[in-house]
């Protein structure tokens, strides 16, 4: 599986950016979401808890007010 976290900007049909967040690896993910890893296989929105989280660990920052977020899981 990978896991990426796609950006849209508020009221936007496309996404604006996709970043691979791999590395976090399935467990972590799918125990933020609070899924069983063996049923962690959609597309999850990212709340403020979500996002605070994966930007402990990545060092990277959620617009939260301007854009919505949401984790992809595609299977390989």
Same mark, same amino acid.
């Given at each position: 599986? +990978?896991?990426?976290?796609?950006?849209y900007?508020? #009221?936007?049909d496309? &996404?604006e950016? +996709? $970043?691979?967040v791999? #590395? /976090? @690896?399935?467990?972590? /993910?799918?125990? $933020?979401f @609070?899924?069983? /890893?063996?049923?962690?296989v959609? =597309?999850y &929105? /990212?709340d #403020?808890?979500h996002a #605070?989280?994966?930007? @402990?660990r $990545?060092e990277?920052t959620?617009? $939260?007010?301007s854009c919505?977020y949401f984790l992809? =899981? =595609?299977?390989?």
């Amino acid at each position: 599986m +990978s896991y990426c976290i796609s950006t849209y900007r508020k #009221e936007a049909d496309f &996404p604006e950016s +996709s $970043l691979d967040v791999s #590395e /976090l @690896g399935g467990a972590f /993910l799918s125990d $933020l979401f @609070g899924i069983p /890893l063996r049923e962690f296989v959609n =597309v999850y &929105p /990212l709340d #403020e808890q979500h996002a #605070e989280a994966i930007s @402990g660990r $990545l060092e990277i920052t959620f617009d $939260l007010a301007s854009c919505d977020y949401f984790l992809e =899981v =595609v299977a390989d």
